[in-house]
Every structure is written in C-alpha cells, then in structure tokens.
C-alpha cells in the first residue's frame, strides 16, 4: 500500500460523534511516551499530521485521520500516564473503552509497546483486556532503532516468554523504528489485507478471546 492522501478529520471525546462508520478504521493506542506520534507520522508520511509533544500524555481526545479516501487511522489518549491528574485518567479510561466497544467499523487495534522495556503491568492489563471483549489487535514494538540487533532480538523473546506464561497463542508482533521506517510495510499490508474483507455488513469482525 502506498500513502498518497491523509487529513485531518475530527478530534472528539464521544464515539457517538466520530465519522460515520462507512469506511474501515485502525485505531493506535500506548502508554504515554511511547512513539505513537512518530510512528503516524512515519506511516503517512507526513511530519506533522500527528502532533509530537514534550509532553507525555498530551493526546486526550479520538483523533481521526481519513487515509487515501478510504479508511481511517484513529490516534487514540494514551493510558498509563501517572502524572495525569486521577480524574482525567478515568475521563482517559472511559474514552478509550467506549469507543473500542461501541465502533462497529473498528477493523483493528496496534497497541505500540516500547521494546526497550520489560513487559509492563499497565500493557499487559490491556491486552488482557481486549482479548476478553473479542477485540482484534497487534502488537507493535516501537524504538527498535534505540538497541542493538542482539538486545533487539532478546528483548523481543523475553516478551513473548513472559506472554506464554498465561496466553495460549501471541497476538501478531510487528517491530519499528519511525527513525529507521523499520515496519512501515509490515503495519501497511496487516492494514492493506484487511480492508478487503471490510464490508457494511461485517462492521462487527471481532477475534475471539485468547
């Protein structure tokens, strides 16, 4: 797939109120920090679309992007940000889980994990979560530029290890770099095969539990 258009569409805090569910949508979702900005602007191509900031936790609204015309990219709050007061969290939390509940043409989720860390409760707790409601997602191992292919690689399996301590099968895995454009490709096909089995009929493709 190759990015030839992506605009700004609408920022708001009520799923009832993003665009019309008539076309495929992929949310991104991380804790606060994570390169979610970066890795947007990576995958559009374009600097600027998803606004970086110093800032952890500065995304706080659904942010909808509409991609070549015919899909949307969904750059969601980011969870996990303890600076955040405890009342913009659950404003956060109530945000989030709403939306991947209720949006009918939610084709899939890419929960960004940054690779340099050990598994983290917050990531594992929502994973977990979005197994147990159906819901279709991908990892995706952000900052890959930042260790060294040995570290890369093991970082990589201890993740996995740790995941099939309690998971009978992994979710998919994609490892990038916004630096590098390591996964671009990887995260277009996923995104690419998948609309074509998007119809306003099967608005409701879910996977099932782990």
């Not at 805090?13 to 994570?34: L, Q, T």
């Not at 509940?101 to 977990?128: A, G, S, W």
């Not at 690419?192 to 099932?208: C, G, Q, S």
Request: aromatic share 10%; charged share 25%; proline share 5%.
């Amino acid at each position: 797939m190759i990015i030839s258009s992506a605009q700004f569409v609408v920022s708001n805090s009520d799923y009832n109120k993003c665009p019309v569910e008539d076309k495929p949508e992929y949310a991104f979702i991380g804790r606060s920090n994570v390169g979610k900005s970066s890795l947007i602007n990576m995958l559009t191509r374009h600097k600027k679309l998803a606004k970086i900031s110093e800032t952890p936790g500065k995304t706080r609204l659904i942010n909808h992007f509409l991609i070549n015309e015919s899909w949307y990219l969904v750059d969601l709050p980011g969870y996990g940000y303890a600076k955040a007061p405890k009342s913009i969290r659950a404003t956060f939390s109530a945000i989030i889980t709403k939306y991947l509940e209720k949006r009918k043409n939610l084709m899939n989720t890419f929960q960004l994990i940054d690779v340099r860390l050990e598994p983290q409760p917050i990531d594992l707790k929502f994973m977990e979560w979005m197994a147990n409601h159906g819901l279709p997602f991908t990892l995706v191992f952000t900052k890959a530029d930042k260790l060294g292919n040995s570290e890369l690689h093991q970082n990589i399996t201890t993740y996995k290890n740790h995941l099939l301590q309690t998971w009978e099968e992994l979710p998919d895995i994609i490892i990038t770099s916004s630096k590098e454009g390591k996964g671009e490709e990887e995260l277009l096909k996923v995104i690419e095969d998948t609309n074509l089995i998007f119809t306003p009929l099967n608005m409701k493709l879910r996977n099932k539990p782990a």
